[in-house]
């Protein structure tokens, strides 16, 4: 498939438009690409869905999300009404072949006024049980026929093991070609992740560095705060290794563990990452517990409010045993990685909202210094912070002036929002651009999905098995359960607070502002 950088006439068919998806992600991400510029003139979205609303009560309703959720904060009315005049909408029941007759009449009628043919994008912003019967209908419908400009855009949850994401593999590959195939990780749009590319194959610096030699272990945190919220419905039947760990942080670990790619074309760089988890060892079942850890949070406090337990959440069961924290140790097979541990965890009710990667360096092999220069001394470190904060912060060690020989760790720190004065796009702005332009670089790629489920088809199955006898294991509030730091520590190490919440109270900072231009 082509990329276009100017991109084609271009039709968006959002499946449950009138859902929350569309209007906390999609529209404001359009809005936004709509404001930067980036969208063609001849652009149209076509909301489809079940709720039953007029024209103006879809625009109203898209603008009051647009208003609440755009980063950009409340709409400019001109602006708004020039995007507005792009949107439409249709109710219709998703499961009878009248829709699609419908869309298709649609479509035709926008290429019959463009005079072009469009790209055509088929958003399934539904539940997953609704993929199945609307991309059989699509093809019904002869929808999916044109491989360059067909697409479609599926979210996660993609399957909820291996085998079933195998069958909706074969089920999408069977409609459309891969490369008409856009597999959602929202996580692979922010903007700090796709940095990890950059940061690692822009730069020499650290790739010499980069490896079993130098790196002692690499930690990746995904915490949150909100809890499960309304979402209990899904959630309740998806857990934490598989609504976060199979997709959003296995997708880090990725990009932190490839190899360089030849080039940034979508395939070269998805093959190596699939490299990647090909390479991660499996786990034995019977040791299961040795490298995963499990939690569900009961009542306790956030920033001074009390909030309640998992188990009495919205659509939750009162005896659930899901987990909403997870925590799992993985090694990677290679040259690169061979013992060098990744832990990767997650859980919703942390004390607050942060993603981080932290590289932890090996200590120096001598020591040269007295023992007295050392009281302070800590090993190398880079973070790489994702959310909120977004940066690039590396730790070494200094002299502390003065007359007598002693060690300080200092910080040297890169943000974004300092050095480049603005906000980066938001993730989904970023993937329904390349939507657009047909580039699935940073979309999963079939064999990726099933690597990821495989890797943790032993965890699913013991937890599935043995429910776990202490939940609630870890208050609201807190940083987990205790079975993850027996975990990480059975290894001599500790989770790692994150940077920002780090007293900096002996660490001086240095900070990393862009360079002038010439
Ligand atoms: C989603 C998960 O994929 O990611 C949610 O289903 C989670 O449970 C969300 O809250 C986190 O995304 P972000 O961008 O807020 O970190």
Known sequence: MQINTHPRPTIFVIFGAAGDLAWRKLIPALYNLFIDGWLPEAFHVFGVGRTKMDLTAFRDHQREGVNRFSRRGKVDEQLWEKFAAHLAYDAGDLGTDEVYSEVKQKLLEMEEKWRARPNRAFYLALPPRMIEPIVKRLADAGLNQDRERDRIVVEKPFGRDFDSARELNCLLTGIFQESQIFRIDHYLGKETVQNILAFRFANTLFEPI????????????????????????????????????????????????????????????????????????????????????????????????????????????????????????????????????????????????????????????????????????????????????????LRFEVKHPGQTMRLSPVMMQFYYREAFKSAPPEAYETLLLDVIRGDTTLFMRADQTEAGWSVLTPILDVWETARSADFPNYQAGSWGPEEADILIARDGHNWILPTSLQCSEDMAVCRVVQEPKQ
């Open 210 to 393: 980069w490896n079993r030699r130098y790196i002692d272990h690499i930690q990746i945190t995904v915490a949150e705060q909100d809890g499960v919220g309304h979402r209990g419905g899904y959630y309740d039947h998806a857990g934490a290794l598989r609504d976060m760990i199979q997709n959003h942080l296995m997708q880090i670990l990725c990009l932190i563990a490839m190899e360089a790619p030849i080039s940034f074309d979508f395939d070269d760089v998805r093959n190596k990452k699939v490299d990647v988890l090909h390479a991660i060892r499996a786990i034995p079942h019977e040791q299961v517990h040795h490298y995963a850890a499990r939690g569900q949070y009961g009542a306790g406090w956030i920033e001074g409010e009390h909030v309640e337990g998992y188990r009495t959440e919205l659509q939750v069961d009162p005896e659930s045993s899901t987990e909403t924290y997870a925590a799992v140790k993985l090694f990677v097979d290679n040259w690169r990685w061979q013992g060098v541990p990744f832990y990767l965890r997650t859980g919703k009710r942390l004390p607050a909202r942060i993603s981080e990667v932290s590289i932890q360096f090996r200590p120096v092999p001598h020591q040269t210094f007295p023992a007295a220069a050392l009281m302070d001394w800590r090993p190398n470190r880079l973070l790489i912070a994702i959310q909120p904060e977004e940066g690039i912060l």
